[in-house]
């Protein structure tokens, strides 16, 4: 298989999955979609490395996770996200659901990038201490702190209330 065959096929099977993870990482479906496009992007002349790596869905993973860390390095980044609400509707009672989903991802978008990160890929993906150890390239004992840590200010915020958009606390 040619190179421009194998990476269709693996955008092709991937593509959703890894959307889904830009999405958690970013909180905004454009920026996810401009975050997976660039990781693909800078993929794409070296895939036939990336094809021969042990997992190459692992090793595309770890470059949107470090294309995101990157990025929001820069001094352009420094945007404010806007969390976004779903679109449409299914026919189901969505209040609490999209209430729910949308706490969610305040508390998620309050944290810092490598504790986001962390948690990403620990409860969307299911991922391993050592595996979100190598994939932020630090020792265990951070991978745990950060998490704990994140999660910790995720159960702060969901108890105190998330500061709104004027730096008051809103309560649930």
């Known amino acids: 298989m040619s190179d421009d065959s194998a990476f269709e096929a693996f955008v092709r099977a991937n593509a959703t999955g890894l959307l889904r993870t830009a999405f958690l990482l970013t909180g905004s479906h454009h920026a996810a979609e401009d975050l997976l496009q660039?990781?693909?992007?800078?993929?794409?002349?070296?895939?036939e490395r990336v094809d021969k790596a042990d997992a190459p869905l692992a090793y595309v993973r770890k470059s949107v996770a470090n294309r995101f860390l990157s990025g929001k390095r820069l001094r352009s980044s420094h945007e404010s996200p806007m969390w976004e609400l779903p679109d449409g509707w299914d026919g189901r009672d969505l209040g609490e659901a999209v209430a729910d989903r949308q706490m969610l991802w305040q508390m998620l978008g309050t944290l810092p990038e490598r504790q986001r990160v962390a948690i990403v890929m620990r409860y969307f993906h299911d991922l391993t201490d050592q595996q979100i150890a190598d994939l932020l390239e630090c020792r265990l004992?951070?991978?745990?702190?950060?998490?704990?840590?994140?999660?910790?200010?995720?159960?702060?915020?969901?108890?105190?209330?998330?500061?709104t958009s004027d730096g008051t606390e809103a309560r649930q």
């Open 141 to 163: 004992a951070s991978v745990r702190s950060l998490i704990s840590r994140g999660v910790g200010a995720m159960r702060s915020h969901s108890l105190t209330g998330l500061p």
């Open 38 to 47: 660039d990781t693909l992007t800078a993929l794409y002349p070296r895939w």
